[in-house]
């Protein structure tokens, strides 16, 4: 199994983007994750199309984007024009999940379905099968420096089990205080694709990060 490392362009130095961008390219991460956040699904807004435009501009791996934001059936078009190639919508905020999952795959884009840490997994029981990917919150969104849930792994347990014999292809994601401390435990509870901000960019070499991150994901803990 291929395991994923998605860097969160959110906690890089945006003085300083198109370095950090051409480390990623360089390191052995596999996607950027994109961060969008409108200020009213979750309290802090980040950016939009320009910066998109501007991060697909220079980068040489795919944009993991994550929507953050209410009514985003309006800009699943848009961002699929920026460069996105997987699309993350939240459950808590599409009345509609099934359709706005369809959108997003009739604009060209895999797409994801994210869950907040309250959300419990038996709500996508009905609409598994369609998805390229699940997002696990295990932290609540829109705030950085969150302390890990320890839930998180009885829910990746339970996605697992979930997608047996429906859809064992699909990526199971985490995003919330990922890093080399517990991303080995991560790996055995069933996820494959890690999201991770300041644990990557706040150390003093995020490209040897990056690496122990990928490394870690080869030893399976028990959790």
Not at 8 to 27: P, W
Request: aromatic share 6%; glycine share 8%; charged share 20%.
């Amino acid at each position: 199994m291929k395991y994923i490392i998605a860097p969160s362009i959110l906690s890089a130095d945006f003085g300083n983007l198109q370095r950090d961008i051409e480390m990623i390219n360089k390191s052995e991460a596999d996607w950027f994750h994109v961060d969008v956040m409108d200020g009213v699904f979750v309290p802090n807004i980040s950016f939009g199309f320009p910066i998109m435009a501007a991060v697909k501009k220079h980068a040489a791996k795919p944009l993991d984007v994550h929507l953050m934001i209410v009514e985003p059936d309006k800009f699943i078009g848009d961002f699929a024009k920026a460069g996105a190639d997987r699309i993350t919508v939240h459950y808590e905020a599409c009345t509609h999940l099934h359709r706005t999952v369809q959108l997003i795959k009739a604009s060209g884009c895999k797409a994801g379905v994210a869950l907040n840490p309250h959300t419990p997994v038996s709500l996508l029981a009905d609409i598994i099968g369609d998805l390229d990917l699940v997002l696990i919150m295990s932290v609540n969104p829109g705030f950085g420096g969150q302390q890990f849930i320890q839930n998180t792994y009885k829910k990746i347990r339970e996605l697992k089990h979930l997608i047996t014999g429906v859809n064992e292809n699909l990526v199971i994601e985490v995003d919330g205080g990922v890093g080399v401390e517990n991303i080995g435990n991560l790996v055995s509870a069933g996820a494959n694709a890690f999201v991770s901000g300041s644990a990557i960019f706040a150390t003093n070499s995020p490209t040897e990060t990056i690496a122990k991150m990928k490394e870690l994901t080869g030893k399976r803990l028990t959790v």
